[in-house]
């Protein structure tokens, strides 16, 4: 591509931020436009369910790049900017403001939003989302200490900003619709343990418990929940999951299955057009299937497919994916998805420790680990899954084998 070739950028987040400087590695010569419809350079999301809330990171501290590396690289930013529409055949997006701009090629990384809770009362001031900075700054206006906090959702975002507001001083209950917590991601006896942690630390969970209004004057009062129970609540945080933005990828006619269908080399079905990031349904040849993510390092390792194709290079996009959470003292890395597993087996007292590792197996193979507290575990989880080593499985539950001894 020559210098006269504009690249475009539909998000400003954590795939853009890899996006773009991969541009320049792979010898993008032209122009480099982000369009973001938010306020800031992009920045990091975990930290908002965890140091950002807590107050021991500010906004500043949480940009993945310095404005200066931006500007050194010559990426340009249209901040507070939304795009309604592409046109494939002119090669041009339009602005909310009526404005269009023309495209060489396009990179659509707009992510996910927050799944929003259909019932009444979710607009009262203290009800709150978590997706963005603003959503962080507003919560932390209406952290009070000994004040009631409910979290409507036990996943991983709900449980994070639990711990983190108990550490505040909050009161807190999580009310969970399914029999237990973290019931879509992980096995029964790890939802088991980080029942029994939060209440340690004096988190109330109560599951089986739909949320079914939540009532106040302009401000939130209380959760009224299915069984008649009510909550009081001084603040309340809905975490319920997230959808993809695929509505402008749709309506351009680009091919959609739970997320913008791209290939391993990102690439959409519009030649011109890759996606990257939370918004992506892609192959992943490790798994053997396509799978849909939501997570840093799979926004950002397409990313970088996504800019090599712009480029006309291919870079295959096929990396095991993995996640991580911080609650209280525990740091859960999880290695592998751990869809359809058969077997699970446990190394370390799950039952009054605060440090184990989950082993998932499907027909005697590893899959996946939940490794809490188990840096060692998780590296050798990683190499095996990737399949750079071969794991013993029958020595996984054993404690006096050392963990570089679980594979040859
Ligand atoms: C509180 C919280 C905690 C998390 N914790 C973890 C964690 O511990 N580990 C982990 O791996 N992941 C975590 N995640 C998930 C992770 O943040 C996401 O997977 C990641 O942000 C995805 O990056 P992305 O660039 O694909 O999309 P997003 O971060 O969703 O960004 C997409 C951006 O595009 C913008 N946009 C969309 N449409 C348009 C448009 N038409 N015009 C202009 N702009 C548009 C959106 O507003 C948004 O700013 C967490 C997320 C949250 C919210």
């Not at 420790?353 to 809490?372: H, N, P």
Request: glycine content about 8%; proline content about 3%; some cysteine.
């Amino acid at each position: 591509m020559d210098s006269n070739s504009t690249a475009i950028i539909v998000g400003g987040s954590h795939a853009a931020a890899q996006l773009a400087p991969s541009l320049r590695q792979e010898g993008w010569q032209g122009r480099i436009l982000i369009i973001s419809n938010e306020a800031y350079l992009p920045y990091h999301r975990p930290p908002l369910s965890k140091a950002y809330l807590s107050g021991e990171k500010d906004a500043e501290s949480l940009l993945i790049r310095a404005a200066a590396f931006y500007d050194k690289a010559n990426i340009e930013f249209m901040l507070e900017a939304h795009v309604d529409k592409i046109d494939r055949n002119a090669q041009l997006v339009t602005l909310s403001t009526g404005e269009s701009l023309a495209y060489n090629k396009l990179a659509l990384c707009t992510g996910s939003r927050v799944r929003q809770l259909p019932i009444d009362g979710t607009k009262l001031k203290g009800v709150h989302y978590l997706r963005d900075i603003a959503d962080g700054n507003a919560i932390k206006a209406d952290i009070k200490k000994n004040g009631m906090a409910v979290i409507i959702g036990g996943g991983y975002i709900g449980l994070e900003t639990a711990a983190l507001l108990r550490k505040t001083g909050m009161q807190v209950t999580v009310l969970e619709t399914m029999e237990r917590v973290l019931e879509r991601v992980t096995a029964p006896e790890v939802g088991a343990f980080y029942s029994r942690v939060h209440s340690e630390e004096g988190v109330v969970i109560k599951t089986g418990v739909m949320a079914s209004e939540i009532v106040g004057a302009e401000r939130v009062k209380a959760v009224v929940c299915n069984t008649g129970e009510q909550v009081n609540a001084d603040l309340v945080i809905i975490g319920i999951g997230v959808i993809p933005n695929t509505e402008l990828a749709e309506v351009a006619g680009l091919a959609i299955d739970n997320g913008i269908l791209v290939n391993e080399f990102a690439e959409t079905n519009d030649p011109n057009i890759v996606a990257a990031g939370d918004c992506t349904n892609h192959p992943n040849q490790l798994l053997g299937r396509n799978i849909r993510l939501e997570s840093v390092p799979n926004a950002s390792e397409q990313a970088k497919s996504a800019a090599a194709s712009m480029c006309g290079t291919k870079k295959a996009y096929s990396a095991l994916p993995w996640f991580w959470s911080d609650q209280f003292d525990l740091k859960l890395q999880i290695a592998g998805l751990n869809q359809g597993y058969d077997q699970v087996i446990i190394r370390g007292d799950i039952e009054n420790s605060r440090s184990f590792v989950a082993w998932y197996l499907k027909g005697g193979r590893l899959i996946a680990a939940d490794c809490v507290n188990r840096v060692k575990e998780f590296m050798i989880a990683k190499q095996a899954l990737a399949g750079l080593k071969t794991i013993d499985v029958a020595k996984l539950a054993d404690e006096s084998v050392e963990p570089k001894e679980l594979v040859n």
